[in-house]
């Protein structure tokens, strides 16, 4: 098994910055991808940002410019800056790892509001 733990997440102000960081731990015999998703009160996940094993990132584009994902040299821990926030980036943060199999963290909740 494969164990994701979210930390980081709060209550910011507009404009704001925070750093999210997901530890794995357990039976990990690859990554091909980690990730961090979000789901707001009443919509789909989504995808915020990725990162693969060859160190390509991808980014939605309503983050784009203001969050940066990175990983440290151990593969262990993912993470995600977080600047220039906004009230609609209010979300429940998910990490996500993709191996021989997929599996989710608990979420972090980020709560953007003055």
């Known amino acids: 098994q494969v164990q994701l733990v979210e930390s980081g997440g709060g209550l910011v102000q507009p404009g704001g910055s925070l750093r999210l960081s997901c530890v794995a731990s357990?039976?990990?015999?690859?990554?091909?991808?980690m990730g961090w998703y979000r789901q707001a009160p009443g919509k789909q996940r989504e995808l915020v940002a990725r990162?693969?094993?060859?160190?390509?990132?991808g980014y939605a584009d309503s983050v784009k410019g203001r969050f940066t994902i990175s990983g440290d040299n151990a593969k262990t821990t993912l993470y995600l800056q977080m600047n220039s926030l906004k009230p609609e980036d209010t979300a429940v943060y998910y990490c996500?790892?993709?191996?021989?199999?997929?599996?989710w963290g608990q979420g972090t909740q980020v709560t953007v509001s003055s």
């Open positions: 996500n790892l993709i191996g021989v199999g997929s599996w």
């Open positions: 990162l693969t094993a060859g160190g390509t990132t």
């Open positions: 357990g039976r990990i015999f690859k990554i091909d991808e």
